[in-house]
């Protein structure tokens, strides 16, 4: 196994990197990556929440004033991240759409000038569909070793429904994919295109 990326994940709610790619941050952080999750910045208590939940993945924290895609592109050519993770373009919630369209309008111009990011994800969404059906994800990643950590930090966010919604969810999706590959838990992610080029790597 090469060294692991430094990583950046988007996304449009404090409590969406945790639910998405809660596992597959944390596995990479134990392994010595960078981790940095960026989403827009809410009210006191969603905030402080994030932080809480960021601690856990052992990631950092950048909250954004809003998500467009200057600020985006600002966070880009800052931390030149090799891999990039945010939210699929038909995703059913509204916010996570607009995030993502931020992402992509801003990759061009950063990844000319700095070759970074090399690699871009989508992440699943709410039972694994998105506005045109199921989702059909692309890789897999094994995250039984960080699953319980993935669940801690999620916890985090007491403000949401996560007893009684997001987290029977998060397990189920875990398990559907961990038992796709064989494993008990996994988080799944589909790469997009960076100018013409997709991904070949040992991590994310």
Known sequence: ?????????????????????????????????????????????????????????????????????????????????????????????????RACRAVLDALPMPVITTGHPQRVYTCDSYNGLSLDGPNAPHTIIDITTTFTTKMRALTAHRSQPIDEHFGPMAETLARLHGGRIGTAYGEAFTPVPVLGRLPASDFL
């Open 1 to 97: 196994m090469v060294k692991p990326p430094s990583m950046l994940t988007v996304m449009g709610h404090p409590d969406d990197a945790e639910l998405w790619a809660g596992g597959t941050l944390a596995r990479h952080a134990e392994a010595g990556a960078k981790v940095t999750i960026a989403v827009p910045s809410h009210d006191p208590v969603r905030d402080a929440e994030a932080a809480a939940g960021a601690s856990v993945l052992g990631a950092s924290l950048r909250l954004l004033p809003e998500l467009t895609t200057s600020t985006i592109a600002g966070l880009l050519a800052e931390l030149s991240p090799d891999v990039v993770i945010t939210h699929g373009p038909r995703d059913v919630h509204p916010d996570h759409r």
